[in-house]
């Protein structure tokens, strides 16, 4: 018995220590998936959501054609982690001149006088992918808290997310957007 207590228990306070420090990691990484696996379930339904209201607003006679190719070259953008980030960086919601994002604006409000049903499937279609692409990426997240903040500081500014997509679109197919044009 008195040999029990005359042994080092040096090695045996290191591996208790090992052993709570591995608990923690694992509880922190345990966390962390349960937390991205809950952001990946809600871009998820936010793609399924951006999908057909982006289909229903493509197929819709009445969406006017420049609009639906807008859309689309949108929706190919943030598909794209890198093309996303990029706008993401250089979306500045303050600036009130940008033409693409005043073209948003035109587009949306024409919308909302010719068929409102129409220009919430239209809206639907860009907040669901610009929601679902936030959560899809996870370098995203430092751009996202900053982009958020101003796009909800600055009323009516979501346009400038959307005319950032089309801008980087346009500079890699030297402007003509490589689409296919959108039969009327």
Partial sequence: MSHFFDMDVGPLVALAALLCAL??????KCTQLRHRRIQLNVANDLLKQHSAAL??????????????????????????EDKFLDVLSQVDVKR??????????????????????????????VSSG????????PDASE??????????????KEGAVFAGAIRKDRSEHNGNGGMTPVPA
Wanted: glycine share 2%; charged share 25%; hydrophobic share 40%.
């Fill in 96 to 125: 009130s001149n940008d033409p693409e994002a005043k073209g948003y604006q035109k587009d949306l409000a024409q919308l909302r006088v010719m068929n409102p049903e129409l220009a919430e499937t239209f809206a639907v279609a």
């Fill in 143 to 156: 751009i996202m808290e900053a982009t958020i903040a101003k796009v909800y500081a600055t009323p009516r």
């Fill in 130 to 137: 610009l929601a679902a692409s936030f959560l899809r990426y």
């Fill in 23 to 28: 608990s923690v990691h694992v509880s922190v």
């Fill in 55 to 80: 289909r229903k607003f493509v197929e819709d006679p009445e969406a006017p054609t420049k609009t639906k190719e807008r859309l689309l070259i949108y929706s190919r953008v943030i598909s794209d």
